[in-house]
């Protein structure tokens, strides 16, 4: 188990969460792979060559010494995603994709019940819920200590 | 042989050439891969979801209905990314890369000389010069048909 999907309604905090937890898994040795949905998002810059290029038709990589960057025409299929990037990480955090069958860790903030999906390993909120765990919102090494214990699993 | 590297002088035409000759492929029913070299680029913008879960030291792949793209910390190892993302296309055409094994394209715009470089396959130039395929600047339709008819030897 290395895939682990934070869920929960829209301002609960979920990007927070990764954003805390994911230095921690870093410290801890690990590569970290992050997958977020989005409505839509701009490839770069208008009349940039890399825009230009996928403009073209083309899936394009822009690559430098540090950091590689790739712009495909894949649809948000998470199952074929992971196949291609999985494999090259040692934890995946997906933000969203709640009608997935991956675990997931679920983000409440005012909402008291736990909404229901499947395979919910881990519960986030401040206040008591009819679940175990739960970490407390700001508790970021908690959650981070207990994607670890999974992935060893 | 599926992968192609256009090399030339900087201004000599590189971007241009592949720009026009990847809707041509495309035409032809051939999913198209472009690979270019860049000192430095920007990771989305300051404060968005994307840029933050990077800084944070994940890798971050942001995904909707039509475009999916995946911001790493790979370097610019030609090989590395094509043994993962090569597989997924018809054509790789790499800008480029010039000290690569790969067969090149070069494209001469003042130059009368062809760099010496390893496995030269054709030389696009508005001149006459020693080497065979030679195709004009402008021909597209020409440099497309070599590739296609280089990809099915």
Do not use: Q
């Not at 590569?31 to 996928?54: C, Q």
């Not at 649809?75 to 997935?100: A, T």
Request: charged share 35%; hydrophobic share 40%.
């Amino acid at each position: 188990m290395k895939v682990f999907c934070v869920v929960g309604y829209s301002n609960s905090g979920k990007t927070t969460l990764i954003e805390k937890v994911i230095p921690i898994l870093r410290e801890r040795g690990l590569s970290v792979l992050a997958i977020k949905h989005a409505r839509r998002f701009e490839v770069d810059r208008e009349g940039k060559d890399s825009w230009r290029l996928f403009r073209s038709g083309a899936d394009v990589i822009i690559t430098s010494k540090e950091t590689t960057a790739y712009v495909s025409r894949f649809p948000d299929n998470l199952e074929f995603l992971l196949e291609i990037f999985g494999r090259l990480y040692d934890v995946v955090i997906v933000e969203g994709f709640k009608s997935s069958n991956y675990p997931k860790i679920v983000v409440l903030k005012d909402e008291r019940e736990i909404p229901k999906l499947e395979n919910v390993v881990a519960v986030v909120s401040d206040f008591e819920v009819d679940f175990d765990p739960r970490f407390r919102r700001d508790d970021y090494e908690g959650v981070a200590d207990f994607i670890i214990k999974k992935i060893k699993v």
